[in-house]
């Protein structure tokens, strides 16, 4: 069964590799076994759409962040896309439909809005670059929000609304996984495209990356998708032992919540260091379906996989 997941930190683990190790090239995305997503697997998985989230860890310092995005950008073009002809850029969410058979979309997303700063004119060059979906935070504050490893809690700023403004014009999703609760909610108010590209049931694991009931909720009430994420600590209590049934214990809670047909898979991986058993890489996924198909009918199961991203946001926005 194809698979769409909505993020993976690949970008980064190349893009650090590169940087280490002083050198011209980088992880090959094709065959690297430190790849989580490489290209191998996932064809193996059948993962049809991957998300490339361009991340900056928080230590970098301000005035380089926009040159690290950059470099993440220049990867995903000359090693993701430029040397693996069966990887697509999607462009425009009809990309999606188009997709050959023996062809995998890569979309390009970006995580925290540090990168640009407060200058729309580096966000506008992200838009025209390829970037179709935001995370307007990681865990820290930035000059758009609040993340959720903020101790203020503050929203969104009158900077951060522009720029939910800007994504709902051209049709680019606006992620809410790592904001603020406040910041959440001003999301929800403004946001034409939410998506929760990489978060689980707080009710069922306590941890602040989690949304609580009503946040689901008000995600369904939205049309918005929540696609829940393989690191163990945000599955269990226990942290870093998790199996597949913990992780479809978070998707039929929420389903309980309404969203059989908001419900999708952002596994983290290449930004994970820890693993669920039976689902360590992308090559795995099948495992998981395959244990969905023995809770769920297979059309919901194909909801998960890949339906629900279609009708929400690809069957949607023009």
């Keep these: 069964m194809k698979i769409i997941d909505t993020h993976c930190d690949a970008l980064l683990k190349m893009h650090q590799s590169k940087r280490q190790n002083f050198s011209k090239s980088t992880l090959p995305f094709n065959n690297s076994p430190e790849l989580n997503t490489n290209l191998g697997f996932l064809k193996k998985g059948d993962v049809k759409v991957q998300f490339f989230a361009i991340f900056i860890m928080p230590d970098i310092p301000m005035e380089e962040k926009w040159q690290h995005a950059l470099e993440q950008i220049d990867i995903f073009y000359t090693e993701i896309l430029g040397k ?35 200058d729309l004119a580096k966000l506008r060059l992200l838009y025209r670059l390829g970037v179709l979906s935001i995370g307007l935070t990681w865990n820290n504050a930035n000059l758009c929000a609040d993340g959720v490893g903020e101790s203020r809690g503050a929203g969104l700023t009158e900077f951060g609304k522009e720029v939910v403004k800007l994504n709902n014009e051209r049709g680019v999703l606006t992620d809410v996984s790592h904001l603020s609760i406040k910041a959440f909610w001003d999301v929800i108010e403004l946001a034409k495209y939410p998506i929760a590209s990489h978060s689980n049931a707080y009710a069922l694991c306590e941890n602040p990356r989690n949304l609580n009931d009503e946040q689901i909720k008000a995600m369904f009430e939205r049309n918005g998708m929540i696609d829940v994420v393989f690191w163990p600590p945000f599955i269990t209590h226990e942290g870093q032992n998790a199996t597949i049934d913990d992780l479809i214990r978070h998707i039929d809670y929420m389903c309980e919540l309404g969203g059989v047909k908001n419900i999708g898979f952002g596994s983290d991986f290449d930004g994970i260091s820890t693993f669920i058993t039976d689902l360590e890489d992308a090559s795995k996924y099948q495992n998981l379906i395959n244990e969905l198909l023995k809770h769920f009918s297979e059309e919901e199961v194909k909801g998960f996989a890949y339906r629900n991203f279609i009708n929400r946001y690809v069957n949607v926005i023009e």
Excluded: C, T, Y
Excluded at 99 to 115: F, M, N
């Design 84 to 118: 693996n002809p069966e990887m697509k850029h999607i462009k425009r969410w009809q990309d999606i439909k188009e997709l050959k058979d023996e062809e995998i979309g890569a979309v390009l997303s970006l995580e925290g809005a540090d990168a640009f700063g407060n």
